[in-house]
């Protein structure tokens, strides 16, 4: 078992590019989501989805959009970059009828926008 | 006001002691909880999930206080390992987990 794998690891972005950061789990997890982090601030939930075709956003989504076509991806994408979406990324999974065992993280996207 | 809100520390203590993390909410509706730890520059990892009776995983003991809407966890016998950034995380909702910004740990020899 692979668990949450994310690609790329480290991205530098300019200002205005599109990129898409990749996410799959092997698990078959319900839920997914995508959270990221920055100084001082804690996780912050940008997108997640409770199953395939199924999205919503959260509490950061201004910038980001989400898709979720099977079960095991949800790549995000960030649509024109813009410096404050500078951050670590990291994509999270559950089962969704066992809530209560929390998340499995993946290892993490390092942005940098220029 | 942050919806779950931890000291930042630096906590630093010396191998073998006792150490305690507190750790605010302020949603009364939240519903489940949890501390994960998370390594410099990793991803967090589940640490133990926190129940109302409290409950204890080994030298880390978690407590829930509903009426006055704290958690704490509790580690015992620290480690040098135990260095880490301990994250307190709320539940409100069927998709919502609410991360504190951390509390560091240093355990020193």
């Known amino acids: 078992n692979a668990g949450v794998t994310q690609t790329p690891k480290f991205q530098v972005l300019k200002t205005g590019q599109s990129m898409t950061l990749q996410c799959a789990q092997d698990?078959?997890?319900?839920?997914m989501s995508w959270y990221r982090q920055d100084p001082g601030m804690g996780l912050r939930l940008i997108h997640y989805s409770v199953g395939a075709g199924i999205t919503d956003q959260g509490e950061v989504p201004n910038g980001y959009n989400v898709s979720r076509s099977t079960t095991e991806d949800f790549p995000l994408r960030l649509l024109s970059a813009a410096p404050s979406q500078t951050s670590v990324y990291f994509c999270a999974s559950s089962w969704k009828r066992t809530f209560n065992y929390g998340y499995t993280f993946g290892s993490g996207t390092r942005l940098t926008v220029v | 006001r942050k919806e779950v809100e931890q000291d930042p520390g630096p906590f630093n203590v010396p191998e073998g002691a006792t150490v305690a993390f507190n750790c605010t909410y302020s949603n009364s509706a939240s519903q489940s909880f949890f501390w994960y730890r998370q390594d410099c520059r990793k991803e967090p990892k589940l640490l133990m999930s926190?129940?109302?009776s409290g409950n204890e995983d080994g030298r880390f003991t978690a407590q829930l206080n509903r009426a006055s809407q704290y958690i704490s966890l509790l580690i015992r016998d620290s480690k040098l390992s135990d260095s880490a950034t301990y994250l307190c995380?709320?539940?409100?909702?069927?998709?919502?987990?609410?991360f504190g910004t951390g509390t560091r740990l240093l355990v020193s020899p």
């Open positions: 995380v709320a539940q409100t909702g069927f998709q919502k987990l609410v």
């Open positions: 698990m078959n997890h319900e839920y």
């Open positions: 926190v129940y109302s």
